[in-house]
C-alpha cells in the first residue's frame, strides 16, 4: 500500500481512510454501508469506503446548487485561472497520483502517469478556452437590429465516470465546464474511490486559497442508485455518462425522460484495419498497444484487426511470436506492459467470452489463461487472448472488456474491409494502416468509417485531448474533451436589440392597428 501512502501523505491526509476522515463535500456521511477497496495489483485492501444514501445525494445537489450561485457570477477568464492552478497543482501531485491510479486501477505506472498528464493537458486546454467561449453575429433583416449568440452557464452538470480512466475522464468534463460557469458532481466508479478522493482534496485547497465555496466541485461516492438519482434529477441539467451501453441506455432515458441534456460516453468495439499496403512493423506496434495496454480496458481498446488475405499469415505468425514475450505483472514495477483485470468478475467475463467464441467456431490462438503463483495472488492477471474469428460472430460483435484481440480476413479491395468495421452496433474507435492514399482517403470519406475517430496510421487507443472524444451509434453520441465539445456544457441564447424607433416585425409582416 505504498502508493496510497505516498498519496495520502503528500496530500496532508493522516488516516489510511480519508473518507472517514474529512470534511470534504462529499456524499457518504449518513450511511453505515461500507464498501472494501482491494487493488487489483495486489489484492490488497486499500481502504474502506462509505457509500452515499439518497439523503447524502440531497445535500451534495444543494451544495451544489449554492456554489453554482457564486460560480457562474465569477468571469470566464477568472474561472480559467482557478483551473490553471489546478493544473499546477495536478503537476506537483502527478507521480503520487499517477501511482494511486496505477495501483487502485491497475493500469501500469505509464499510463497513470499519462492519465495525470491527460487531466494536466485538459486543464491547459480549459484556461485558454476560458477566454474563447465565443458565439457569433448575425446580420437582422430589420434596420438598426442587431442579433447575436451567446453561451451561457447551465448549472450543475453531473458526470458519472467509469473505473478505466478514473480520474481524466472526469477532469475532461469538470475543467470544461467550470471555465463554462457550471459546478460538477461527480459519481466515479465504486471500483475506484480513492482517485477522486484524492482529486477532490487536490482542489478543494485550491478552491480554499482562493476562497470559493467547494461545492464548485463535488464528488458523491456511491453505487448504481446515485447515479439513477442523478440521471432523474431536473437540477441537474445535464448528465455526463461514460460506461457500458447498458448503463448509458438507462441514464439516456431518464434524462430523456425529463428532457435534460445528456453527453453519453459508451463502448467502443474498435477495429484497425491493415491493407495489403500496410507498413507491418508499424501498424504491430499500433495493435498490440491498443489490444493489451491497460489490460484491454480502455474503451478504445483494439478488439479487431481486419487483415487482408495477403499478409494474414505474416501478420498472424509475427503476433505470435510477440505475445508469448510481453511482460505481465505488478503494474508498479519497471517493465511490465499488461497489469491485472480490474477484479475477478472481469476475468470471468473473459473467460466467459472466450469459451463462448470457441462454441460459435472461433479458433483460440493463444492466451486465455488465468496467471497463479507468486505476483499474482490478486488473481486477477490473465494472459492476453488472440482469437482467429468472423465479424459476425455474437460475441465479436459485443465489447469485452478484456484484452482479445479478433484476427478476421477479408479480399478484394479496402470496401470490404470498411463494411466489416462498420458492421457492429458501436461507432467509437477506429483505423487503417496503409500507405496507398486511395485506400486511406477512402477510409476517411462519407462512405468511410461510421465511428467518431477515424485513424491512419495510428492505432484506435491514446487520442489526444485537443480532439473531440467520442462516438456514433451504441457508443452513444457524445463529443466531449477538444475541439468544440464545449457547447454541450452551456446554454445557447439567441439575442436582438433594437436600437431604432420604430417596430419592424421580422419577415415583413404587417400588423398595424
Ligand atoms: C476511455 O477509455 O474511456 O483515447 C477513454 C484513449 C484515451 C481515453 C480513453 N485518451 O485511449
Known sequence: ATAVTEMLEKLGIKEINPAYSTGLNWGGQNNKEVREIYSPADGNLIASVRMATEEDYDAVIRKAEEAFKVWRTVPAPKRGEIVRQIGNKLREFKEPLGKLVSYEMGKILQEGLGEVQEMIDIC????????????????????????????????????????????????????????????????????????????????????????????????????????????????????????????????????????????????????????????????????????????GQRCTSTRRLIIHDSIYNDVKARLLKIYPNLPIGNPLSDGTLVGPLIDKDAVEMFTNALDAVQKEGGKLLIGGEVLEGEGYESGTYVTPAIVEAKNEYHLVQEETFA??????????????????????????????????????????????????????????SGAEIGGAFGGEKETGGGRESGSDAWKVYMRRQTNTINFGRELPLAQGIKFDF
Open 124 to 295: 491547459d486546454f480549459a484556461v485558454g478556452l476560458s477566454r474563447q467561449l465565443q458565439g457569433s453575429t448575425m446580420h437582422s433583416e430589420r434596420a438598426s437590429h442587431r442579433m447575436y449568440d451567446q453561451y451561457h452557464p447551465l448549472g450543475i452538470v453531473g458526470v458519472i465516470s467509469a473505473f478505466n480512466f478514473p480520474v481524466a475522464v472526469w477532469s475532461w468534463n469538470a475543467m470544461l465546464a467550470a471555465v463554462c460557469g457550471d459546478v460538477t458532481v461527480w459519481k466515479p466508479s465504486e471500483k475506484t474511490p480513492l482517485t477522486a478522493l484524492a482529486c477532490q482534496h487536490i482542489i478543494r485547497d485550491v478552491l480554499a486559497d482562493n476562497e470559493l465555496p467547494e461545492g464548485i466541485f463535488s464528488v458523491i461516492i456511491g453505487d448504481a442508485k446515485i447515479g439513477s438519482a442523478m440521471a432523474h434529477d431536473v437540477r441537474v441539467p445535464l448528465v455526463s455518462a461514460t460506461g457500458s451501453t447498458r448503463m448509458g441506455k438507462k441514464v439516456g432515458e431518464a434524462v430523456g425522460a425529463r428532457l435534460g441534456k445528456s453527453l453519453l460516453e459508451l463502448g467502443g468495439n474498435n477495429a484497425i484495419i491493415m491493407t495489403e499496403n500496410a507498413d507491418i512493423e508499424m501498424a504491430l506496434r499500433a495493435v498490440v498497444f491498443g489490444a493489451v495496454g491497460t489490460c
Open 403 to 460: 484484452p482479445i484481440l479478433y484476427l478476421i480476413k477479408y479480399s478484394g479491395s479496402v470496401e470490404n474491409a470498411i463494411e466489416i468495421q462498420n458492421g457492429v452496433k458501436q461507432g467509437l474507435s477506429s483505423s487503417i494502416f496503409s500507405t496507398n492514399m486511395l485506400e486511406t482517403e477512402a477510409f476517411l470519406s462519407h462512405w468511410g468509417s461510421d465511428c467518431g475517430i477515424a485513424n491512419v496510421n495510428i492505432g484506435t
